[in-house]
C-alpha cells in the first residue's frame, strides 16, 4: 500500500518537473524574443541618429557655405561690383 503512494508521488513530482521545465523554456523563448525586439529597436535609433547627423552635417556645411557666399557678395558690394537692384 505504501508502494502505491510512493510511486504515485513519484509520478506527480515528475509530472510536476515536465511542467515547470516546459514552463521554463517557454520563458527563455519569451525572453529571446524580447531580446531580439530590444536589439532591433536598439539598432533602428542607432540608425535613426546616424542619419540625423548626416542631414546635421549637410545643413551645417550648406549654411557655412551660405555665409561664405554672402561674405562675397558684401566684399564685391564694398568695392562695386554689385548693386541692389
Same mark, same amino acid.
Given at each position: ?14 509530472? *510536476?518537473?515536465? #511542467? /515547470? %521545465?516546459?514552463?521554463?523554456? @517557454?520563458?527563455?523563448? &519569451? $525572453? ?5 525586439k530590444i536589439e ?13 547627423? *548626416?542631414?546635421? #552635417? /549637410? %545643413?551645417?556645411?550648406?549654411? @557655412?557655405?551660405?555665409? &561664405? $557666399? ?11 561690383q554689385g548693386s541692389?537692384?
Amino acid at each position: 500500500m505504501c508502494s502505491h503512494y510512493f510511486f504515485t508521488a513519484i509520478a506527480d513530482l515528475e509530472i *510536476r518537473t515536465t #511542467d /515547470l %521545465l516546459a514552463a521554463k523554456a @517557454e520563458l527563455e523563448r &519569451q $525572453q529571446e524574443e524580447e531580446k531580439l525586439k530590444i536589439e532591433d529597436k536598439v539598432l533602428s535609433r542607432i540608425l535613426d541618429y546616424e542619419a540625423a547627423q *548626416r542631414q546635421h #552635417d /549637410l %545643413l551645417t556645411s550648406s549654411l @557655412e557655405n551660405l555665409e &561664405q $557666399q554672402r561674405k562675397v557678395m558684401m566684399i564685391g558690394y564694398k568695392f562695386g561690383q554689385g548693386s541692389t537692384n
